[in-house]
Structures are given as C-alpha cells and as structure tokens.
C-alpha cells in the first residue's frame, strides 16, 4: 500500500487522507484504491480534475490545492519523481530498456526470462514514476522501457529509473527530426549505459565498441542454429534449446537478451527459457497470425530499420511473399529518399509490393492514396499459401516545431485480411 502519512519528502497530509494500491496522473483512472497526481499538462493543469478524482473516490490526490484528501506540496511533479526515486532505492534489479526500434518486444521476453514486473505500453515520465512507486519495493526485479524523442531526455529517464542494466536494442533512423542524425541518435540513448551494466544488441554494437553484446553470430551472450518458420523461431541458448512459437528473428533476439539478463541475476536459464515460449506482445508488433494465408501484423510502428527486419522476416518464410507497406514517422528532410530506400528494399524481398498513403508509390509498385482503395486491390491480390506483411506508423506524432504528422492505421488492413480468410 501507498501510504501518505510515510512519505520520502514534506507534505501537509490532510486527515482524510488514506493508503492507495497505486497511483494515476489521469483522473479517469482514479478510484477508491487508486490515488491521484495533479500535473501540468501541455493543455490543462491536472489540478482541474482534482474535483472529479476525488468523487471517484481516489483515497487521496497529490496537488498544490487545499482540498479534501490532499497531499499538498509546492510541486506535484517534483513531488512525484523524488518518491519514485525513493521507492526504486529499495529494488535489487531494475532492468532500463532503450533502441530505436524492438524496445517493447525485448521489454516483454525480459521481463518473462527474470520473472520481473515491467511498464505498459505507455512510457511517459510520469507512468514510469507511477510505475516505481507501486512496484519499487517488490521482490522482483522491474524491467522499463525508456523511449525518448527529445535531445536531454535519456539523462532525465537514467537519474528517475537508475537502472542496474542498461541495454540498447538498436541504432537507426527514428525521431530524426527531433536529433537529426543516427549519431546524435545513438549518443543521446547510449547515456542508458553508464548503468553499473550495460549490453548491446548486435545491430548496435558498431556503435558502442567494446560493450558486452547480445544477438545471433559473434555476441558475447550469443544464440546458435537459429531456425525461422512459420510456426516457430528456434534456437540454442548454451545447451538450452528454446522455442518462439509465431516469432521472428527480432523476437528471437529479444529472447537472448532475456536468457542473457537470466544468467547475470543467477537464474537458471532452463527456467527461463521455458517462460519465454509464452510470451505474447500487444498487437501490431510482429504477430505471426496462420491461416490458408499467413498474416504478419507488424502494424503499431514503423522506422526504416524496423520495415527492413520485418521484410527480412517476411523473406524468410515460405511462399509467395506479399508486403504492405505505410508512411513512417519523424524523419526530417530525408523522408522522401529514406521511404524510396525502404521501397527498393521491399521490392527486393516482397513478391507484391503495396504502399498507401503519403509516399505510397515510393513504398511500393502498387500505390494507393487511402487504405480503402488499398484494400480493394490487395483483397483481389491475396491468395492461399501467401505471406503478407502489414507495416507502418500509425496515429499522429508531432514534430519539435508541433507540426502534426498523420500515420496510416493499417491495423484496419489486418482486420479486413482476417474476415477475408475467415476468421471471425
């Protein structure tokens, strides 16, 4: 229980004030055993929902407010990070996870191989201090995921998360219009290894010489006769055999920096590598879906360095290789020729290439200006014993300079695949 009458820093506790089972910064969420945080928003100040958090019964609200319940101090924020400093102090392990692509597929096959706690989906400043309070004096160790797509921002994450471990997955074009190039990229997330430890995927060893790396070939924690179908990835960690039902390459080597973080805590790498055969990854990120043609939802994002592992994948796996391909992301000037590059790849690796929306015919030969039209050709396309790959940059994402960039929800294109096969 979160107990505000014990806090790590000065607060006028209202006397109505009572333990919560964790905390929220979004009012919706608050309830009788979750409590509530005021911050600032880039809209509205969280204090304007205090009210409302209050009548849902929150067992107290952290703000600046004299209100009922209150845990006043000057500034919530502040307030906020400092205890989750405090509560991270008393975690034997915490695991901090960086990359430009596969963060939240290492997050999952680590967290399983340590039998650890680990972050949503949703890996804000705020969500990852909520997060360390509620779990900071758990037993078990804590794996978090830590984005950035601002210059300072991985220096502000490593002084709140603290990490033991410190690992990047990878090193590309992603949020350049916020760095600018690969090596500012690759200095700003490299900060997450002046943890005590720090490991390196083997895309992004070139960047990080003489760091203790992990993947597939020449690794210092290395997989061996890795095996890539349809049904499975498999391989051999040391003389543990492991099996991915539904994986990647990608996944795989997520699952060997799971087994390699399992052999530096001390525990038996038999034990995890069973753990990992059911590890599941939220959707749009790389799901293997079979049927009388095989579906590859790799929909939630996109970067060129992940587009080119997913038609590495897709490649792979046999039969006749279909990819559809969406705009990506936050890549500055350099957009137009990163997606041709892209592009060419896919028409390297993909049969039948389709793009959609901006971009479209950069990405593939058969171009379309929306996914509906998109998905009157690929429905006539698709056939039986065919593998087709779903990719882009979905949502909207905002630049430095707060231009809106629109992605292309091609999760809509995986659900039509689906009922076109029939599924349910």
Same mark, same amino acid.
């Given at each position: ?109 680590? *967290? ?37 797509? #601002?210059?300072?921002?991985? #220096? ?25 190039? +690969? ?44 095996? +890539? ?10 003389? +543990? ?43 749009? #990120? ?69 793009? +959609? ?58 659900? *039509?695949?689906? #009922? ?5």
């Amino acid at each position: 229980m979160l107990d505000p009458t014990a806090l790590p820093f000065d607060a006028a506790v209202h006397p109505e004030a009572r333990p919560a089972v964790r905390l929220t910064w979004d009012s919706r969420e608050a309830g009788p055993n979750v409590a509530f945080v005021a911050l600032p928003g880039e809209r509205m100040h969280g204090n304007a929902f205090v009210e409302a958090a209050l009548a849902a019964g929150a067992p107290f609200v952290l703000t600046d407010l004299d209100a009922p319940r209150a845990v006043r101090v000057p500034d919530a924020q502040v307030a906020l990070f400092a205890w989750a400093r405090a509560e991270r102090a008393h975690n034997p392990l915490v695991v901090g996870i960086t990359g430009s692509v596969g963060k939240t597929t290492a997050k999952a096959y680590a *967290a399983a191989a340590l039998d650890a706690h680990f972050m949503p989906v949703f890996n804000t400043m705020p969500a990852i201090a909520c997060f360390l309070i509620e779990f900071g004096r758990s037993a078990r160790p804590l794996v978090v995921e830590m984005g950035i797509d #601002r210059l300072g921002e991985m #220096r502000e994450l490593v002084d709140l998360v603290r990490p033991d471990v410190g690992v990047v997955t990878s090193i590309g074009e992603a949020h350049l219009e916020a760095f600018g190039t +690969v090596e500012t990229i690759a200095r700003e997330k490299g900060v997450i290894l002046e943890a005590p430890r720090g490991l390196v995927g083997v895309q992004a060893s070139p960047f990080y010489p003489g760091r203790d790396t992990y993947g597939f070939g020449e690794a210092t924690f290395a997989g061996d006769a890795l095996q +890539v179908s349809a049904e499975a990835a498999a391989f051999v960690y040391g003389e +543990v055999p492991v099996a991915l039902p539904h994986a990647s390459k990608v996944q795989a080597e997520a699952a060997v920096l799971g087994l390699a973080l399992a052999e530096v805590a001390g525990v038996p790498v038999g034990t995890a590598a069973e753990r990992l055969a059911g590890v599941s990854v939220p959707g749009g #990120r790389y799901r293997v879906l079979p049927g009388r043609f095989t579906v590859i939802d790799d929909a939630y994002n996109a970067s060129p360095l992940s587009v080119r592992a997913a038609l590495d994948a897709l490649a792979a796996l046999p039969g006749r290789h279909v990819s559809v391909l969406g705009r990506m992301l936050e890549l500055g000037d350099t957009e137009r020729e990163l997606h041709a590059q892209v592009g060419a790849y896919a028409r390297q690796r993909a049969d039948v290439t389709f793009g +959609v929306g901006a971009f479209a015919s950069e990405l593939g030969e058969r171009a379309h200006a929306t996914v509906p039209d998109l998905l009157a050709d690929l429905l006539a396309e698709v056939r039986d014993g065919d593998v087709v790959l779903v990719k882009a940059s979905r949502g909207i994402s905002w630049a430095p300079q707060r231009r809106a960039q629109e992605g292309v929800g091609l999760d809509t294109v995986v659900d *039509a695949l689906l #009922r076109a096969r029939g599924d349910a």
